[in-house]
C-alpha cells in the first residue's frame, strides 16, 4: 500500500541544515495499522507530511496506493486521508459544515457530501455535538471530528498524526476503537505515535524511527523477541547450581544468568519455556519456589537499537 | 472549469463566515463615515469650495482608502486559519491551489464593493454627484485595489504566518502609500518634491482617475493609466501569492 525508497529531506535553519529525514525505507501493507514510533523530533511528522504530499522530498520515491509521489501528487491527495496533530476545524463552524465542505473539496457534489457528512456523524458518533460550533467542544470530540474530516472521502490509506497525544485515557480508548474499526473497513491505518504502549496494542506492525532514520520495522512481538527474547526468573531456594546443571544444556535456553538465590533464564519465548523449565526441574526433584515471565517491551527494543530509553528521550 | 467550481466553494464559505461574523464588515463601513461626517467639513473648509466639488475630490479619496486599508490586513486572517489547521486540511485536498488564493480574495472585493456603495449612497446628502457609468468605473479600480492587495496580503502573510511581524511590515508599507496617494489632501498642494514621489505610487494613479471619474471626466488619461497600471500589479500579485499557496512552506 505504501512503500518508500530513501525518502529523504533537510531544513534550513538557523545553525546550517537540519537533516530532517535521511534515508526512509518503508514497506506498509494493504489494511495493517501500521505504527510510526519515535521520540519528539526524530523526523515521524516530517516523514508523514513528505507522504501526504505537503512538503516535497529533497531525495527518494515514494508508492502510496499506487500513486506515485514524485510524478503525481494530485493523484496521491484523491487517494489518502491525513490527519494533523493540531487540528483542523474552524471555531465559529459546525462539524456537520467542516464535513460538508471537506467531501466538496474532494470534487463530491453536494447532495451526495450532504449524506456523506450524515453518515460520518453517525459512524464517529458526533450527533450530540456535530449541529453546534467547534469552538465548544471539549479535545476528545474536536479529535473524533478531525479524523472523520480526515476520511471523509473514503480514501485507502489514511496518516494519522499523534491522533491520542494529550487525550484522557478514557478518549484514548475511543480513539483506538476508531482506528480499528477504519482498518475494519479496508482501510490502510499509519499512526505515529510516541506512546509505546499504543503502538504494542493498536498496531499490527511497526517502525521505529530515531535521527532521521528507521531503526527497526516489524510486528510488536517480533521486534522483541529479535532484542532480547523472553526472561523467565526462577526462584530455587539455594539449590541453583543444582539447577544451572540440568537447564544450563536444555536447547531452549540461549542464555543463563545465577542472580541471588535464582536463575535468569533468557529463552526465545517464555510461554512454552516455562512448562518445559518446570517438568525438567519437578523430574529431578528441585523444589520450585518462584516463577516469573519478563517480556521485553518496545523500550528495551528503543533501547538496544538505540542505545537509550524512548521514556528519557 | 475545476478552478471556477472550487473558487466559488471557498468563496461561498467565506462569505458565509463574514456573514455570521460582520463586525469586521460594519467597522469598515463605520471607518469613512467617520472621515466624511468629521473630516469632510474641515476639508471643504479648508480648500474654501463648494460642497458638491469638495465631495467629488473627498469621497473618492476615501473610498481608495477603504480598498487599501480594507484589504491590506486581510492576512491576519489567514494566520488564524493557518494557525487552526484549515488551511493544511484543504491543501492535503486535490483542491485547487489557485482557488483556495481567489476564493479567499473574491470574499475581500465583494466585501469592499458592498461597503463602497454604502459609502457612496450616504454621501449624496452631502452634495457628491456622479455618473452611474463613470461610478462603474471607479468601481472597477477599487476592485482591481481590492484584489490586488488582499493577494499580497495573503501572500505575505503565508511567508511570515506570525501576526507580531505581520503588523509592523504592512504599516510600514501601508502609511506612506496612503500619505503620498493624495487621498487626504490632493497632491497638486504639495512642493514639487513630493508631487514627484508620489508619481510613483500607483495609488496616487488610482485617487486621481477615481476622481476624474466622479467629476465625470472618463476620458481622462489617469483613468486608462490607472487601470492598465492596476491591472498589470494586480497580475503579478494574485500570481506570487497563488505561488506561495501551491508551494509548501515548512
Request: with cysteine; net charge positive.
Amino acid at each position: 500500500m505504501i512503500e518508500t525508497k530513501g525518502l529523504r529531506k533537510s531544513f534550513r535553519a538557523r545553525k546550517g541544515t537540519v537533516e530532517a529525514v535521511r534515508g526512509v525505507d518503508l514497506t506498509v501493507r494493504d489494511g495493517e495499522i501500521f505504527g510510526f514510533l519515535g521520540p519528539n523530533g526524530a523526523g515521524k511528522t516530517t516523514t508523514l507530511r513528505m507522504l501526504a504530499t505537503l512538503i516535497v522530498p529533497d531525495g527518494g520515491d515514494a508508492l502510496i496506493a499506487g500513486a506515485d509521489l514524485r510524478r503525481s501528487p494530485g493523484e496521491v491527495r484523491r487517494r489518502i486521508g491525513y490527519v494533523a496533530q493540531g487540528g483542523s476545524t474552524w471555531d465559529t463552524v459546525t462539524a456537520r459544515e467542516e464535513l460538508v465542505l471537506q467531501a466538496r473539496f474532494y470534487g463530491i457534489a453536494k447532495s451526495t457530501a450532504r449524506a456523506r457528512a450524515a453518515a460520518a456523524i453517525d459512524a464517529f458518533q458526533l450527533s450530540e455535538f456535530a449541529d453546534r460550533k467547534c469552538q465548544t467542544y471539549s479535545g476528545g470530540q474536536r479529535r473524533r471530528v478531525d479524523i472523520a474530516l480526515g476520511v471523509i472521502h473514503q480514501p485507502r490509506v489514511v496518516f494519522l498524526d499523534e491522533p491520542t497525544t494529550g487525550l484522557d485515557p478514557q478518549s484514548r480508548a475511543h480513539m483506538w476503537d476508531e482506528v480499528r474499526r477504519l482498518r475494519e473497513e479496508g482501510m490502510t491505518v499509519f499512526i505515529t505515535t510516541h506512546y509505546l504502549e499504543e503502538a504494542d496494542a493498536l498496531c499490527d506492525r511497526i517502525a521505529i524511527m530515531d535521527y532521521g532514520q528507521i531503526v527497526a520495522e516489524g510486528t510488536p512481538d517480533e521486534l522483541k523477541r529479535e532484542v532480547a527474547g523472553d526472561v523467565v526468573t526462577v526462584g530455587v531456594n539455594g539449590a541453583a547450581p543444582k539447577a544451572e546443571g540440568l537447564l544450563g544444556g536444555e536447547g531452549y535456553v540461549r542464555k543463563l544468568e545465577s542472580s541471588d538465590g535464582g536463575l535468569r533464564l533468557y529463552v526465545d519465548e517464555g510461554a512454552t519455556a516455562i512448562p518445559q523449565i518446570l517438568r525438567t526441574l519437578d523430574g529431578a526433584g528441585v523444589a520450585l519456589a518462584s516463577i516469573e515471565l519478563h517480556r521485553p517491551s518496545l523500550d528495551d527494543v528503543f533501547l538496544t537499537k538505540t542505545g537509550r530509553s524512548l521514556r528519557e528521550s | 472549469m475545476k478552478l471556477a467550481k472550487d473558487t466559488w466553494l471557498i468563496f461561498q464559505r467565506q462569505m458565509m463566515l463574514v456573514l455570521r461574523n460582520p463586525v469586521w464588515l460594519i467597522v469598515g463601513i463605520i471607518q469613512p463615515l467617520y472621515y466624511l461626517f468629521l473630516f469632510g467639513p474641515l476639508f471643504k473648509g479648508a480648500l474654501q469650495l463648494p460642497s458638491a466639488a469638495a465631495y467629488q475630490l473627498f469621497v473618492p479619496g476615501i473610498l481608495v482608502q477603504l480598498a487599501i486599508f480594507g484589504t491590506f490586513f486581510v492576512g491576519f486572517a489567514l494566520i488564524s486559519e493557518l494557525r487552526a489547521g484549515v488551511i493544511e486540511r484543504s491543501r492535503v485536498t486535490p483542491v485547487s491551489r489557485l482557488a483556495l488564493l481567489l476564493g479567499r480574495s473574491l470574499r475581500d472585493v465583494v466585501t469592499l464593493m458592498v461597503q463602497a456603495a454604502i459609502i457612496t449612497v450616504l454621501s449624496v446628502p452631502f452634495g457628491l454627484t456622479a455618473e452611474l457609468t463613470s461610478v462603474l468605473l471607479a468601481f472597477a479600480v477599487l476592485a482591481l485595489i481590492a484584489l490586488m492587495l488582499s493577494a499580497l496580503s495573503y501572500g505575505v502573510a503565508l511567508k511570515l504566518r506570525s501576526e507580531d511581524a505581520l503588523a509592523p511590515l504592512l504599516n510600514t508599507i501601508g502609511i506612506p502609500i496612503l500619505l503620498l496617494s493624495g487621498i487626504l489632501l490632493p497632491m497638486n498642494h504639495a512642493p514639487a518634491w513630493l508631487k514627484d514621489v508620489s508619481e510613483w505610487n500607483p495609488f496616487s494613479w488610482a485617487v486621481d482617475a477615481t476622481r476624474a471619474l466622479f467629476a465625470g471626466n472618463p476620458g481622462d488619461p489617469s483613468v486608462w493609466k490607472a487601470l492598465t497600471i492596476l491591472a498589470a500589479l494586480t497580475v503579478v500579485c494574485v500570481g506570487w501569492a497563488a505561488r506561495s499557496f501551491a508551494k509548501s512552506v515548512r
